[in-house]
């Protein structure tokens, strides 16, 4: 008899459990759909570097290590391999996918071989139409690459003034 009662509570605890689990599965709702309204105008990101920038000699990427990379959305908007030199504004013109909100530019630089560990900082510059909007610099710890995330918040439609200055 004991037996038997064992299979039947068994059987009643995992026939609950799977019941359980198919209803809650059916009647979960999915994640929520955010939707993105792209703002109007025209973005470019302006980059300018107190150092050169080379590539990574100990980066786990695949092929060409960055020197330099900015990313909006988990894109790459820029990837140079190359060395990048310093004073010298690097531009991504007409970025895609600016939204309406808050943007969030990842930006990441290592500095060139050879240099001696020291603070280092990269000046960001958020244009709209060629007006800047947002102005911010990233600092790095000595002898580290500079990184960091300038949020920039768009607002969905143009300021007056930049009406009459384009």
Not at 72 to 91: D, F, Q
Request: net charge negative.
């Amino acid at each position: 008899m004991r037996p038997i009662l064992a299979f039947v509570v068994a059987t009643t605890i995992l026939g609950g459990l799977a019941f359980y689990m198919s209803v809650r599965r059916s009647g979960a709702a999915g994640a929520p759909v955010r939707i993105i309204e792209i703002a109007p105008g025209r973005f470019d990101v302006e980059l300018t570097l107190t150092f050169d920038a080379g590539p990574d000699p100990f980066a786990l990427d695949a092929g060409d290590p960055p020197s330099l990379v900015v990313m909006l959305v988990g894109k790459e908007i820029l990837r140079e391999t190359a060395t990048v030199k310093s004073g010298h504004p690097r531009v991504v013109e007409d970025v895609p996918g600016v939204a309406t909100g808050t943007n969030e530019f990842f930006v990441r630089a290592t500095p060139a071989d050879g240099s001696a560990p020291a603070v280092r900082a990269i000046r960001v510059r958020i244009l709209r139409d060629g007006h800047p909007i947002s102005a911010q610099s990233l600092w790095s710890e000595p002898g580290q690459p500079v990184e960091g995330v300038v949020r920039v918040k768009v607002e969905a439609t143009l300021d007056e003034h930049d009406h009459e200055r384009s």
